[in-house]
């Protein structure tokens, strides 16, 4: 059966050692208290990587992952980061179409389906988000919206590269906002994802695929999200940030 996930996304905060701080304090805690089969998985900053992989080192409940990667394999991209050099430090994840990505650096379906290639081929697993803006909600476009993030982005793959992918819901409305999806508004767009993957792929591909709620999710509204029966786990931002409070988010599977 699919696994558990509860992944924290640190977009751009912590400084080095306010990041190494707080995932010290964030393994000691997994260690002593978290009693399930869910992965705990950190996507951190590139400059903290390699650092937090060395931490984690022993402890088998939790992962790490960046949250970007270049489509190219290498070249002359000054700035940017690859798949590979992600691979080599021993990152196991990484973050791809985030809605922030979307919006303030141009990507498009057709690049993310590019980054999720090279990801694939380097052996990392993507985490790949998708979610609608509140006007596309308010339109009622967004199961279009969804199916299309989903054809363009990831359903060029065949069944055994897909097997490795996260898809993470997050509508764009509640990010960051305060304002969570429902958990039936929640529930309803994973059940349909799964519906997609089950008539691209097969219904075994779709109920081993780990479908992932984002957006103001917090220690207090995770519970009744995470007991829906298509949601299996978070995709945690400003909460990801607090020690207890993302490794309480995590306990909801014990
Ligand atoms: P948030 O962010 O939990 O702060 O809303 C979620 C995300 O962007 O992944």
């Known amino acids: 059966m699919r ?44 400059i903290h990587l390699h650092s937090l992989v060395q931490l984690a080192k022993g402890y088998s409940k939790v992962s790490l992952g960046a949250q970007n990667a270049h489509q190219a394999e290498s070249g002359a991209y000054t700035g940017e980061i690859s798949a590979k050099m992600i691979k080599s430090i021993g990152a196991a994840y990484v973050i791809l179409g985030h809605s922030e990505r979307r919006q303030y650096f141009g990507e498009t379906n057709e690049l993310l389906a590019k980054k999720t290639d090279t990801a694939l081929a380097n052996d990392l697993r993507p985490i790949f988000c998708i979610g609608e803006t509140l006007q596309e909600r308010e339109a009622n476009q967004y199961f279009n919206i969804i199916k299309s993030q989903l054809v363009e982005g990831v359903f060029h793959l065949d069944a055994a590269h897909f097997s490795k992918l996260v898809i993470a819901y997050e509508p764009v409305w509640a990010i960051g906002t305060g304002v969570t999806a429902s958990s039936e508004q929640a529930q309803e767009i994973h059940a349909f994802i799964r519906k997609e993957i089950a008539t691209k792929y097969s219904q075994e591909v779709a109920d081993n695929t780990t479908i992932l709620y984002g957006g103001s999710c917090n220690p207090k509204n995770a519970p009744e999200l995470f007991a ?16 207890r409070d993302f490794v309480d988010i995590v306990k909801v599977f014990n």
């Open 3 to 46: 696994k558990k996930i509860v992944a924290g996304n640190w977009k751009m905060n912590l400084d080095y050692n306010e990041g190494l701080g707080v995932f010290s304090e964030i393994i000691n805690m997994v260690k002593d208290e978290v009693t399930g089969t869910q992965e705990a998985v950190i996507c951190s900053p590139f």
């Open 228 to 243: 829906q029966p298509d949601i299996d786990g978070g995709l945690i931002g400003g909460a990801s940030l607090k020690s």
